[in-house]
């Protein structure tokens, strides 16, 4: 038992683990963030892809350019380049 108290007591020991957990708390903070920034880089392509879909689709149903660029909030090239 005075072993453990004398960990308990030492201060580089609890440095140390308190630098430990501070590691995987930033560990685990910048996992989480490259996983979020993972999903809104998939959820902007599709988004992006959707909007050409129904840009494409509005242009088969005869609709004016700029109509779909206000509708889409695609540029008119990227409507024209469909």
């Given amino acids: 038992m005075k072993d453990l108290d004398k960990f308990r007591d030492d201060s580089e020991v609890i440095e140390m683990y308190d630098h430990d957990t501070e590691m995987k708390r930033i560990y685990e903070a910048e996992k989480h963030n ?12 599709v988004s992006l892809n959707s909007k050409k879909e129904i840009a ?4 088969k149903k005869k609709m004016k350019i700029e109509d779909i660029s206000e509708i889409t909030g695609l540029s008119i090239d990227e409507i024209n380049n469909l």
Avoid: F, P
């Fill in 34 to 45: 490259a996983v979020k920034e993972a999903i809104d880089e998939n959820t902007k392509e």
């Fill in 56 to 59: 494409s689709n509005m242009l």
